[in-house]
């Protein structure tokens, strides 16, 4: 099996409610992207958003810096008295995110919708705490 390994990353926003917002990721969250996920996602946290969705079904790689990048993001987020909810996340990432113990720590929904809906306006605390 072949992995189509492209390097691009695009982030589009939606805001569905006041300090919410999804971001979509499309392309793959390696290395050489992951800067661009982590500014991107921090923008949307400093710019009012805390309570922040990544919908991952369009991602079609992460390597441990596009891991890392996810980490970042959620603690920025619960710094500025927001969260992180995961949605979407393909086969092979979920499979990353339950190895890594990541899956413990951040919510996973199977749609940025179900993410948004489980979101409330309370600063939120992680798992094991």
Do not use: K, N, Y
Not at 58 to 71: E, N, W
Not at 80 to 87: E, H
């Amino acid at each position: 099996m072949t992995t189509d390994v492209t390097h691009t990353l695009h982030l589009t926003v939606q805001h569905p409610r006041p300090g919410h917002a999804i971001a979509t990721i499309v392309g793959d969250a390696d290395m050489r992207t992951a800067p661009t996920l982590r500014s991107g996602a921090l923008e949307i946290i400093q710019q009012g958003h805390p309570r922040l969705v990544l919908d991952l079904a369009q991602v079609g790689f992460c390597d441990s810096a596009g891991l890392s990048a996810i980490i970042g993001i959620w603690h920025a987020a619960q710094e500025a008295g927001g969260a992180l909810s995961l949605a979407g996340a393909p086969d092979r990432l979920m499979r990353m995110l339950s190895l890594t113990g990541i899956d413990s720590l951040l919510p996973v929904h199977a749609t940025a919708a179900d993410a948004v809906a489980t979101m409330t306006d309370t600063p939120s605390t992680s798992a094991g705490r």
